[in-house]
């Protein structure tokens, strides 16, 4: 007898063909992945409605075998990332250096895939940990795929890869309690850093607000290594990769970063997708910096060493172009999942240098794409393969999606027109001599100063910037549950800077401080760089930011209005936020629906707030603990808040003191200028700083 459909309890499902009434269009008939039409995707193949299931049920079995294999291995690092696609266009040929196409060609749009990630989390981990991100973008050129794989800090922890396992496995979470997740606050960390002094420059960048970014399109991204640009007669120019976004750089507080990792775990993620959904285009500049062999001579480091940087006032740096995203993927997996990013991969006319971080990270990241996508045929994955056209002689393998035609599959052959042969204008080496050294497992002397550049860092910033890397060192160490750790990092930071040191033991609760380790070379006073500063390559600007706007029954309409209409155009997006999702009644008598409730839609998501409150709404609010938290977190998070007077028992209740940037919402302009910017000297009044 033929099996019955039995729909017994199921909703009614739209049928293949069929116009399903809300969503709109028609449904294609599903199938299975052999293209067999599927009646029934609901009900398993059973010898009764009470009997067990077959195993001849080639549906079930299809669908449950696909779904177990769903998840492929995480990244180890960078497990976490947003992407998205864009182009990147050349504004000033670099000719003079490199035959590069996509360095040469002015006004050539070439498509990216540029994916942004947090390092020591796993995939499902939060946005907003204290930690590096990732900023790798993928060319499509007409030369080929180059990957520059980088983050949004210039220089690396340690200086040769070999010991880039270590540095992973203290970071993550410890192995015999799986915990913290996507966080350098534990003993493991620490500990290898204390031991580990080369790292101390990267240290005071990840203490800094670099690792807390406001957003992915607010943060700088570094190529980190030098690498060379070739002429047509092989003549090398070292070079720097710099990227600078349009909208300038903002961090946020820590307090509000670890608030928004319960609040919205996505929010770096969302943000990104609403700006691309909204029709925002984020932008970066493409700068370089060019130096010769003879200028990195006379620098007063090694510029091969990845802890080390090359300050603007030293070589400048030359726009050549601009990055801007356009499109979020349409599908996360198949796109910002198996995306296979590789330093290895360059064009003719860039190539690597000497610097012993790059030439491992050369050799790991195909090895690890081997292992993650788990076939030799990555490359084939739309979002890996070239735009241009690719051919050679390697064959089969998993997931082969390719069909080479013909007998021919090696060469030299004669026996068959149209096999990939070698060409004169493919990929060439500079052409080095190698330095007549012995060989060995040996590090350069002049990679010996590990403080000279962390001290510059850290004197470079402005006073809100230094005690907020004094604060997160104190936070930090304080997580640490081995005191001779803590003492060895104090001892490392006397090197830095003696004030800093001081701080931090006090903060500590040190009752002394700590002997400082044994040095190799007398750190240096470099000059003051203020571009190693958020602070100073902030825009005063609303756009990109986020304003929210809190109302409830009886709000001033027309004040309402004056401020959206004014936010939004100077660029930012508003949201209205009520104690009801179904909006308020305002002044006016009409309702006004809003954007988000007030329990799940904090102040922490905004970089400016307006109280727009009839006296009775502010007093009812005060009593609600949502209503309260908006507020205090928004002026300890160093925001502007524009208020009216029904909101003055929900200011007094927050703690708000009345400060240049709490302002009368009449106010207008005035709220805008303040929201453009935090407001840095309430700071010491509303945290103990180390
Ligand atoms: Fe790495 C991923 C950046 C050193 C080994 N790395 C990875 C990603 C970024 C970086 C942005 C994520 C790419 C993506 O979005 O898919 N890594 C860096 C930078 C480094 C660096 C800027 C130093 C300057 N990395 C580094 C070293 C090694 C690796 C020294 C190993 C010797 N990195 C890897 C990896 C990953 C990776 C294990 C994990 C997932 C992947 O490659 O595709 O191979």
């Given at each position: 007898?033929?099996?019955?459909?039995?729909?017994?309890?199921?909703?009614?499902?739209?049928?293949?063909?069929?116009?399903?009434?809300?969503?709109?269009?028609?449904?294609?008939?599903?199938?299975?992945?052999?293209?067999?039409?599927?009646?029934?995707?609901?009900?398993?193949?059973?010898?009764?409605?009470?009997?067990?299931?077959?195993?001849?049920?080639?549906?079930?079995?299809?669908?449950?075998?696909?779904?177990?294999?769903?998840?492929i291995?995480e990244r180890i690092v960078h497990a976490r990332g947003s992407a998205a696609?864009?182009?990147?266009?050349?504004?000033?040929?670099?000719?003079?250096?490199?035959?590069?196409?996509?360095?040469?060609?002015?006004?050539?749009?070439?498509?990216?895939f540029v994916r942004f990630s947090t390092v020591a989390g796993g995939a499902g981990s939060i946005d907003t940990p204290?930690d590096v991100r990732g900023f790798a973008v993928k060319?499509?050129?007409?030369?080929?795929?180059?990957?520059?794989v980088g983050n949004n800090?210039?220089?690396?922890?340690?200086?040769?890869?070999?010991?880039?396992?270590?540095?992973?496995?203290?970071?993550?979470?410890?192995?015999?309690?799986?915990?913290?997740?996507a966080?350098?606050?534990?003993?493991?960390?620490?500990?290898?850093?204390?031991?580990?002094?080369?790292?101390?420059?990267?240290?005071?960048?990840?203490?800094?607000?670099?690792?807390?970014p406001?957003?992915l399109?607010?943060m700088?991204g570094?190529?980190?290594?030098?690498?060379?640009?070739?002429?047509?007669?092989?003549?090398?120019?070292?070079?720097?990769?710099?990227?600078?976004?349009?909208?300038?750089?903002?961090?946020?507080?820590?307090?509000?970063?670890?608030?928004?990792?319960?609040?919205?775990p996505d929010f770096h993620r969302r943000d990104l997708f609403?700006?691309?959904?909204?029709?925002?285009?984020?932008?970066?500049?493409?700068?370089?910096?060019?130096?010769?062999?003879?200028?990195?001579?006379?620098?007063?480091?090694?510029?091969?060493?990845?802890?080390?940087?090359?300050?603007?006032?030293?070589?400048?740096?030359?726009?050549?172009?601009?990055?801007?995203l356009?499109?979020w993927p349409?599908?996360f997996f198949a796109e910002t999942e198996q995306v296979a990013f590789?330093?290895?991969?360059?064009?003719?006319?860039?190539?690597?240098?000497?610097?012993?971080?790059?030439?491992?990270?050369?050799?790991?990241?195909?090895?690890?794409?081997?292992?993650r996508?788990?076939?030799?045929?990555?490359?084939?994955?739309?979002i890996?393969?070239?735009?241009?056209?690719?051919?050679?002689?390697?064959?089969?393998?998993?997931?082969?999606?390719?069909?080479?035609?013909?007998?021919?599959?090696?060469?030299?052959?004669?026996?068959?027109?149209?096999?990939?042969?070698?060409?004169?204008?493919?990929?060439?080496?500079?052409?080095?001599?190698?330095?007549?050294?012995?060989?060995?497992?040996?590090?350069?002397?002049?990679?010996?100063?590990?403080?000279?550049?962390?001290?510059?860092?850290?004197?470079?910033?402005?006073?809100?910037?230094?005690?907020?890397?004094?604060?997160?060192?104190?936070?930090?160490?304080?997580?640490?549950?081995?005191?001779?750790?803590?003492?060895?990092?104090?001892?490392?930071?006397?090197?830095?800077?003696?004030?800093?040191?001081?701080?931090?033991?006090?903060?500590?609760?040190?009752?002394?401080?700590?002997?400082?380790?044994?040095?190799?070379?007398?750190?240096?006073?470099?000059?003051?760089?203020?571009?190693?500063?958020?602070?100073?390559?902030?825009?005063?600007?609303?756009?990109?930011?986020?304003?929210?706007?809190?109302?409830?029954?009886?709000?001033?309409?027309?004040?309402?209005?004056?401020?959206?209409?004014?936010?939004?155009?100077?660029?930012?997006?508003?949201?209205?936020?009520?104690?009801?999702?179904?909006?308020?009644?305002?002044?006016?008598?009409?309702?006004?629906?809003?954007?988000?409730?007030?329990?799940?839609?904090?102040?922490?998501?905004?970089?400016?707030?307006?109280?727009?409150?009839?006296?009775?709404?502010?007093?009812?609010?005060?009593?609600?603990?949502?209503?309260?938290?908006?507020?205090?977190?928004?002026?300890?998070?160093?925001?502007?808040?524009?208020?009216?007077?029904?909101?003055?028992?929900?200011?007094?209740?927050?703690?708000?003191?009345?400060?240049?940037?709490?302002?009368?919402?009449?106010?207008?302009?005035?709220?805008?200028?303040?929201?453009?910017?935090?407001?840095?000297?309430?700071?010491?009044?509303?945290?103990?700083?180390?």
């Amino acid at each position: 007898m033929a099996s019955k459909k039995n729909d017994a309890g199921d909703m009614p499902r739209g049928q293949g063909g069929e116009l399903h009434p809300q969503a709109g269009g028609q449904h294609p008939p599903m199938t299975t992945n052999q293209g067999i039409p599927v009646a029934d995707d609901q009900n398993s193949l059973r010898t009764g409605p009470h009997g067990p299931v077959l195993l001849e049920d080639f549906v079930l079995r299809e669908k449950i075998t696909h779904f177990d294999h769903e998840r492929i291995p995480e990244r180890i690092v960078h497990a976490r990332g947003s992407a998205a696609h864009g182009h990147f266009e050349l504004t000033k040929s670099l000719a003079e250096y490199t035959t590069a196409k996509v360095l040469t060609e002015v006004g050539e749009k070439t498509p990216v895939f540029v994916r942004f990630s947090t390092v020591a989390g796993g995939a499902g981990s939060i946005d907003t940990p204290r930690d590096v991100r990732g900023f790798a973008v993928k060319f499509y050129t007409k030369e080929g795929n180059w990957d520059l794989v980088g983050n949004n800090i210039p220089v690396f922890f340690i200086q040769d890869a070999i010991k880039f396992p270590d540095l992973i496995h203290a970071v993550k979470m410890e192995p015999d309690r799986a915990f913290p997740q996507a966080a350098t606050a534990h003993d493991t960390f620490w500990d290898y850093i204390s031991l580990t002094p080369e790292s101390m420059h990267m240290v005071m960048w990840a203490m800094s607000d670099r690792t807390l970014p406001r957003s992915l399109r607010m943060m700088e991204g570094f190529g980190i290594h030098s690498f060379r640009l070739l002429d047509a007669e092989g003549r090398s120019t070292f070079v720097k990769f710099h990227w600078r976004p349009k909208l300038g750089l903002q961090s946020t507080v820590w307090d509000e970063a670890m608030k928004l990792a319960g609040y919205d775990p996505d929010f770096h993620r969302r943000d990104l997708f609403e700006a691309l959904q909204r029709g925002e285009r984020p932008e970066w500049e493409l700068a370089v910096q060019l130096f010769t062999d003879e200028d990195a001579a006379k620098f007063p480091f090694d510029h091969l060493d990845a802890t080390k940087l090359i300050p603007e006032e030293l070589v400048p740096l030359t726009p050549i172009g601009r990055l801007v995203l356009e499109r979020w993927p349409d599908n996360f997996f198949a796109e910002t999942e198996q995306v296979a990013f590789c330093p290895a991969n360059i064009v003719p006319g860039i190539d690597f240098s000497n610097d012993p971080l790059l030439q491992g990270r050369l050799f790991s990241y195909l090895d690890t794409q081997l292992s993650r996508l788990g076939s030799p045929n990555f490359h084939q994955i739309p979002i890996n393969a070239p735009k241009c056209p690719f051919a050679n002689l390697q064959r089969d393998g998993h997931m082969q999606m390719h069909v080479p035609k013909g007998r021919v599959s090696y060469e030299p052959s004669s026996l068959q027109a149209n096999t990939p042969r070698e060409t004169p204008a493919g990929f060439a080496s500079f052409a080095q001599r190698p330095d007549d050294g012995i060989k060995g497992r040996a590090r350069p002397e002049s990679f010996a100063d590990h403080y000279s550049q962390a001290r510059q860092f850290y004197r470079s910033q402005t006073v809100p910037e230094q005690a907020h890397i004094a604060t997160a060192l104190v936070f930090e160490l304080s997580k640490v549950e081995t005191p001779h750790v803590r003492e060895a990092i104090v001892g490392h930071l006397r090197h830095i800077d003696a004030e800093l040191a001081e701080r931090v033991a006090a903060g500590l609760g040190l009752d002394a401080l700590p002997p400082a380790p044994p040095l190799k070379i007398e750190p240096m006073d470099l000059p003051p760089s203020p571009p190693l500063q958020i602070i100073g390559k902030a825009r005063p600007t609303l756009e990109g930011r986020s304003i929210g706007i809190l109302v409830d029954d009886g709000s001033d309409a027309a004040r309402v209005l004056a401020l959206r209409e004014a936010a939004e155009g100077a660029g930012a997006t508003v949201k209205i936020v009520a104690p009801k999702v179904g909006g308020a009644t305002l002044s006016d008598g009409k309702k006004l629906a809003a954007d988000g409730q007030l329990a799940g839609t904090p102040s922490v998501i905004f970089d400016a707030v307006a109280l727009v409150l009839a006296e009775k709404a502010g007093q009812t609010l005060t009593r609600e603990s949502a209503a309260r938290d908006w507020v205090s977190d928004a002026f300890a998070h160093l925001k502007a808040i524009a208020f009216d007077e029904g909101a003055r028992p929900l200011l007094d209740i927050a703690g708000v003191e009345v400060d240049a940037g709490v302002i009368a919402a009449g106010d207008v302009k005035g709220f805008l200028v303040a929201a453009a910017t935090r407001q840095w000297d309430r700071e010491p009044g509303v945290r103990m700083l180390a």
